[in-house]
């Protein structure tokens, strides 16, 4: 006689849910991985406009190009800023994303546990039934060997 598990399609949903909190971790690094990429390459191209700056003012170079210059800078310093708030927010949603599959992950395995639980105890009943027949076919034997 096989087991079968009364519970195995909700065991098999937190299973899926558990599959599809990791895939949502999957791509919220993903997606902190590009905003701090994104970070990196402003941050490079600041220090770019930064060492032109430098260099603009020890050549001859006219007022509008320096302005032009620090205008960007500062552009890129607002920009800096606004992706440095966009990878705090993919940082705090990693984490959100870590403790949902946290929980799926407790959820599968308290499921996965009872159905243990339950296998283990079904195993023991079906040999203690057939701990019985087995005493009774030595009784029977037995009674039928004193009887001869």
């Known amino acids: 006689m096989r087991y079968r598990y009364p519970f195995q399609k909700l065991l098999d949903l937190k299973t899926n849910e558990k599959e599809q909190a990791e895939w949502n971790l999957s791509d919220a690094i993903g997606q902190l991985q590009q905003e701090e990429l994104s970070l990196s390459a402003l941050t490079e191209e600041r220090s770019r406009v930064a060492e032109q700056l430098g260099l603009a003012s020890a050549r001859m170079t006219t007022i509008s190009e320096i302005q032009l210059l620090e205008l960007y800078l500062q552009r890129l310093d607002r920009q800096m800023q606004a992706k440095a708030k966009d ?21 599968e395995k308290v499921w996965t546990k009872a159905k243990e639980k339950a296998q283990i105890q079904f195993t023991a009943t079906l040999l203690k039934k057939e701990q019985e027949e087995l005493d009774e076919i030595a009784l029977t034997r037995r009674i039928q060997t004193i009887m001869n």
């Not at 990878?87 to 992950?105: F, I, T, Y």
């Open 87 to 107: 990878v705090e927010k993919a940082k705090a949603n990693v984490a959100d994303k870590r403790q949902v599959l946290s929980g799926k992950m407790m959820e």
